[in-house]
């Protein structure tokens, strides 16, 4: 699928980027991989690793649509993973957030249309599905302009999907490699925001494969959620470090006790596959059936129970203390 191919990541040194690319050279034979970001130091340092002739590196904000748009010439498929992501943060900055989450990915859907790109997938999270704070909020108008972008290419060839996922394992800023700084620093206890509280759980890896996946099953205008295991903060601390004491320190500001991917009012549009959830555009594309129960890799989904909501908390599926330590070994390789 990408042999021969120009592909584009937004936001590209971050720990996706890196782990995409990676996977990319590995297994495909690309023709050229550009790594769109602002941060000239990370970019630098990317070039150590993935200095291959295809490789390329873009310095520009996905705030400058002009920048964005010289950026994808000749570009085939582009995954946006350019955003603010921290929670707190986001609150704090509200404006910086908006102008990052939303007006940025309104510029990649016109960088797109107007270089022509094939696809297009926009990386989302489970915050976004009844968001409870900013950045969760900007992410659901994102996950709208890129359904929407469909709506706008018309009778073009460009397409846009979204994927959906939760907390990466060993992601930067994620709550593994900060329980990992705390037990290298000698705590002697673990900081848990609630002793209830659960999380989707994914490795990169798993990441990455699912959107590589989606490239291929995409027809336009489809939010692709993976169905994975929750866990519970207090055996992810047990995992890490068992008998280590906790405390309660109370939930942050615009955090959730669970997380939602597939929210129920959303359920007339969810259609369940084997290892995945689609959630269908609620609008009708111009030249688009609609017709998402089959996909372009010849899956069949099928509708959801009215009401139905995938929740971290009520998830059927809970990685146990054992699993947790194989996952965490798994992402942080």
Request: proline share 5%; charged share 25%.
């Amino acid at each position: 699928m990408l042999n021969g191919k120009s592909i584009l990541i937004t936001g590209g040194t971050g720990s996706f980027g890196k782990k995409y690319i990676k996977t990319i050279l590995e297994g495909y034979n690309p023709r050229r991989i550009v790594v769109y970001s602002r941060d000239e130091l990370k970019q630098f340092e990317m070039q150590q690793d993935f200095n291959q002739s295809c490789m390329r590196y873009f310095i520009g904000d996905v705030r400058d649509r002009d920048r964005l748009t010289m950026a994808m010439r000749g570009i085939d498929y582009v995954i946006h993973a350019a955003a603010l992501k921290q929670v707190p943060a986001a609150e704090y900055n509200p404006t910086e957030c908006i102008r990052t989450n939303i007006q940025g990915a309104e510029n990649v859907i016109h960088a797109a249309l107007a270089n022509e790109v094939e696809k297009v997938i926009a990386l989302s999270t489970d915050k976004a599905a009844n968001p409870a704070n900013l950045y969760g909020a900007t992410k659901l108008c994102s996950d709208k302009l890129f359904v929407a972008g469909n709506n706008l290419a018309g009778d073009r060839k460009t397409r846009f999907a979204v994927v959906r996922y939760g907390n990466v394992v060993g992601s930067r800023g994620s709550v593994v490699p900060f329980f990992q700084k705390l037990l290298q620093d000698g705590t002697d206890h673990f900081p848990i925001t609630h002793e209830d509280m659960t999380r989707f759980w994914i490795t990169l890896q798993q990441g990455v494969e699912f959107v590589l996946t989606n490239f291929e099953r995409m027809q336009g205008g489809e939010i692709f959620i993976p169905r994975i295991p929750s866990v519970r903060i207090v055996d992810l601390a047990a995992a890490m470090e068992p008998g280590l004491p906790h405390k309660i320190v109370g939930i942050r500001p615009g955090e959730k006790l669970h997380e939602i991917m597939c929210p129920a009012d959303d359920s007339h549009l969810t259609l369940e596959f084997d290892d995945h959830y689609v959630i269908c555009p609620s609008i009708k594309f111009f030249g688009m059936s609609n017709g998402y129960n089959k996909n372009r890799l010849g899956e069949k989904g099928m509708p959801v129970k009215q009401g139905f909501e995938y929740n971290s908390g009520n998830n059927p599926r809970f990685l146990n203390v054992d699993e947790i330590k194989q996952y965490n070994h798994l992402g942080l390789q």
